[in-house]
């Protein structure tokens, strides 16, 4: 089975309906060539779409991944590169303490550096990583407009940001945010009530989705032991090899249509949520997992 492709927003771009997030690449700890052989790998598979940020690994992520692309440059033309920038992180030295950075100046030296350290002229996509309270929208919209005019990005959106932040940055902008990178998880449902899912499907936005399976927490908490025992029920009726395949069908089934970020750097498990494509839940399933993540029936 291949990975699908979908219009993250009416105007495009197209990422493949799963998506590879690098944000525990150091974890991996993958020689260059390795790199390089799980990134076919998942190339192969369909996955063409990537998730970085300037500040994964405390800073070390992006410039790992392109030590690895330039082993083979001409990879690069199979890829959508992500990357987020605004977030300023004590692993420089130069930040006394962790805070959020949405000023122009912050915004285009990030997507500057993030371009030397991807071993890339562009960026298919650049997120502001969180909502800043000091943000000044008119500022953040300069810095999108000038790289976007010097074709050092080609589209802008934001994450974890609410429906309200977003329309602010949108106003200011002659061109479309194409997304909104929300955490979307039965253990984390908040986006389904609160208006963010809601603001993607009026405007035709598919959301990209992080820490589908909670960060972990899905398996390592025996606060989630009933939900854990609930998604294996729904395996064996749906006939699922693991219940993350479940978590992940869970996740697309929602209208918006979110794109689950992957976060494994393991090969079966790539492969494992590539399958979870042809899992069907019906309504009263779903309903199911949101019950036995949140501990209550619907009112």
Same mark, same amino acid.
Request: glycine share 6%; no cysteine.
């Given at each position: 089975m291949s990975v699908a492709r979908i219009a993250l927003h009416p105007q495009g771009p197209h990422f493949s309906r799963l998506i590879m997030g690098y944000w525990r690449l150091m974890e991996w700890q993958l020689a260059p060539a390795a790199l390089l %052989?799980? &990134?076919k790998y998942h190339l192969d598979l369909g996955i063409t779409t990537i998730d970085h940020a300037d500040i994964y690994g405390g800073y070390q992520c992006e410039a790992a991944f392109g030590q690895a692309l330039r082993l083979e440059p001409a990879l690069r033309h199979r890829l959508e590169i992500v990357s987020k920038c605004g977030i300023a992180l004590t692993a420089k030295p130069e930040h006394a303490l962790n805070h959020y950075n949405t000023s122009k100046a912050h915004?285009?030296?990030?997507?500057? *550096?993030?371009?030397?350290h991807l071993s890339t002229d562009y960026l298919d996509l650049l997120l502001i990583h969180r909502p800043d309270p000091l943000m000044n929208a008119d500022e953040v919209a300069d810095a999108f407009i000038s790289l976007k005019q010097a074709g050092k990005i080609?589209?802008? /959106?934001?994450?974890?940001? &609410?429906?309200?932040?977003?329309e602010l940055?949108?106003? $200011?902008?002659?061109? =479309?945010?194409?997304?909104?990178?929300?955490?979307?998880? =039965?253990?984390? *449902?908040? +986006? &389904?009530?609160? +208006?963010t899912l809601d603001q993607c499907q009026q405007l035709g936005i598919k959301p990209m989705a992080w820490s589908c399976l909670g960060g972990g927490r899905l398996f390592s908490d025996d606060t989630y032991e =009933?939900?854990?025992a609930e998604l294996e029920q729904i395996r064996h009726e749906v006939g699922a090899q693991t219940i993350e395949q479940v978590v992940?069908?869970?996740?697309?089934m929602l209208p918006s249509q979110p794109l689950?970020?992957? /976060?494994? +750097?393991?090969?079966? $498990?790539?492969?494992?949520t590539v399958a #979870? *494509?042809?899992? &069907?839940?019906?309504?009263?399933?779903?309903?199911?997992?949101?019950? #036995?993540?949140? +501990?209550? %029936?619907? =009112?």
């Open positions: %052989d799980l &990134t915004i285009i030296a990030s997507a500057e *550096q993030s371009l030397q080609k589209h802008a /959106g934001v994450s974890n940001f &609410t429906a309200r932040q977003f940055l949108q106003s $200011r902008l002659p061109f =479309p945010l194409v997304t909104n990178q929300l955490e979307i998880s =039965p253990l984390h *449902q908040a +986006g &389904t009530l609160d +208006g =009933p939900l854990r992940y069908a869970w996740v697309m689950p970020l992957i /976060g494994s +750097g393991k090969r079966e $498990r790539i492969a494992a #979870a *494509q042809s899992i &069907t839940l019906n309504r009263q399933q779903w309903f199911r997992i949101r019950k #036995a993540a949140l +501990g209550y %029936d619907v =009112p």
